[in-house]
C-alpha cells in the first residue's frame, strides 16, 4: 500500500496528519504537485513534481497507483478515477469516495460548475476546520488498519 496525494491543495494539516502515518505504519507517502512541496527528512516521505498543465497531477497518480493503493484528494473527478481503477481515495475531510456516491459526487460537481459559469455565485466550500481535521485522521487510521494487516 501506498499513500499518494494530490499535494497542490491539498491543507498542510493533512500532509503532516500523512507524513505522521506514514512513519508510524512504515509504508510510502508520495505527494505529486506541480511545484515543489517542502516535505520532511524521512524514507517514508517523498515528492514527485509533474509539469504544469490540466490534470498533469492527476494523470500522474492514475498512472502510478496499484489497487492497494489510498489517495488523497478533494478532485472528484480524480476520485472517480482512482475507484474505476480499484483504488481507495479519500478527501481532506475525511469522505471516502466510493463507487455508491463518486456518480453523484461528479453530477452535483458539474452541476455547481454550470451555475458559476451562468454567473450564479455559490460560494466555496465551508471553511476547513478541526472536526474535519479528525474526521480525516479517523478515516485514514481506519483505512490504513484495514489495509495493512
Do not use: H
Not at 500523512?18 to 515543489?36: G, K
Not at 471516502?96 to 459526487?105: A, F, G, H, P
Not at 452535483?108 to 451555475?115: G, L, V
Request: overall charge negative; proline content about 5%.
Amino acid at each position: 500500500m501506498r499513500l499518494w496525494v494530490d499535494a497542490d491543495a491539498c491543507p498542510n494539516v493533512i500532509k503532516t496528519i500523512l507524513f505522521r502515518a506514514a512513519e508510524r505504519v512504515q509504508i510510502p507517502c508520495i505527494l505529486v504537485a506541480n511545484q515543489a512541496i517542502s516535505i520532511p527528512p524521512s524514507k517514508w516521505v517523498e515528492r514527485r513534481v509533474v509539469s504544469s498543465g490540466f490534470d498533469v497531477a492527476d494523470n500522474y497518480i492514475v498512472d502510478n497507483i496499484d489497487e492497494a493503493d489510498l489517495v488523497i484528494t478533494a478532485d472528484i473527478p480524480l476520485a472517480s478515477d482512482v475507484i474505476e481503477k480499484g483504488a481507495l481515495a479519500i478527501n481532506p475531510r475525511g469522505e471516502l469516495y466510493t463507487q455508491e456516491n463518486i456518480k453523484q459526487r461528479l453530477a452535483m460537481r458539474d452541476f455547481m460548475e454550470q451555475m458559476r459559469s451562468s454567473g450564479v455565485q455559490a460560494g466555496g466550500p465551508p471553511t476547513f476546520n478541526q472536526q474535519d481535521r479528525m474526521a480525516f485522521a479517523n478515516t485514514l487510521d481506519k483505512l490504513l488498519a484495514q489495509r495493512v494487516k
